[in-house]
T-cell receptor, first 117, second 113 residues
Framework: GAVVSQHPSWVICKSGTSVKIECRSL??????MFWYRQFPKQSLMLMAT?????????EQGVEKDKFLINHASLTLSTLTVTSAHPEDSSFYIC?????????????FGEGSRLTVL | AQSVTQLDSQVPVFEEAPVELRCNYS??????LFWYVQYPNQGLQLLLK??????LVKGINGFEAEFNKSQTSFHLRKPSVHISDTAEYFC???????????FGKGTKLSVIP
């Protein structure tokens, strides 16, 4: 089946620094990728929709200047958490749509746990 | 817009017993329905999906779900659970024509030996 890889799986950073998380579709081209945030023992909250070659669409309440999303190629989307603070600590998950498939299944990455000290 | 309600936040069940995890949804358009499983510190793995056709859907690891349009439900079942089924289970809905998923809050299944 289709594989989506996230890197890094774990990251610890100091408050005020920026962190980049990569989401790659390994064996398919993804015109659309989604970024989610998951707080402990809670569900996934959609942050933004990333479309290859265009600006990301952010959900209401998500700061686009805080969470920079770049989808420069059909296999890579990046999420950069800028000037990270402890409240940004969370589990970030991406998903991708295989452009070859006409219907709705999305493939999920393994997630990236961010801890901001 | 769509919404998903998972009625049980936690379900403890003894090993080899049957289990049902409940999911109800609401939508003004036709939908696709999914169940995902999440193990600790991991991403989501697709268990099964309903896109069209037969309302009884079989997935991986012995799970199945039935789409009931009149009751707007998509309950997940397994006739005999194993310890390895202990995980968080998420029901999700996708409106036809959109690739965005709306997730329920999740149900934590704990299998007791």
């Amino acid at each position: 089946g289709a594989v989506v890889s996230q890197h890094p799986s774990w990251v610890i950073c100091k408050s005020g620094t920026s962190v980049k998380i990569e989401c790659r579709s390994l064996d398919f081209q993804a015109t659309t990728m989604f970024w989610y945030r998951q707080f402990p023992k809670q569900s996934l909250m959609l942050m933004a929709t990333s479309n290859e070659g265009s600006k990301a669409t952010y959900e209401q309440g998500v700061e686009k200047d805080k969470f920079l999303i770049n989808h420069a190629s059909l296999t890579l989307s990046t999420l950069t958490v800028t000037s990270a603070h402890p409240e940004d600590s969370s589990f970030y998950i991406c998903s991708a749509r295989d452009r070859r498939l006409p219907l709705g299944e999305l493939f999920f990455g393994e997630g990236s746990r961010l801890t901001v000290l | 817009a769509q919404s998903v309600t998972q009625l049980d936040s936690q379900v403890p069940v003894f090993e080899e017993a049957p289990v049902e995890l409940r999911c109800n949804y609401s939508s003004s358009v036709s939908v696709y329905l999914f169940w995902y499983v999440q193990y600790p510190n991991q991403g989501l793995q697709l268990l099964l999906k309903y896109l069209s056709g037969s309302t009884l859907v079989k997935g991986i690891n012995g799970f199945e779900a039935e789409f009931n349009k009149s009751q707007t439900s998509f309950h997940l079942r397994k006739p005999s659970v194993h310890i390895s089924d202990t995980a968080e289970y998420f029901c999700a809905v996708q409106g036809a024509g959109s690739y965005q998923l709306t997730f329920g809050k999740g149900t934590k299944l704990s299998v007791i030996p």
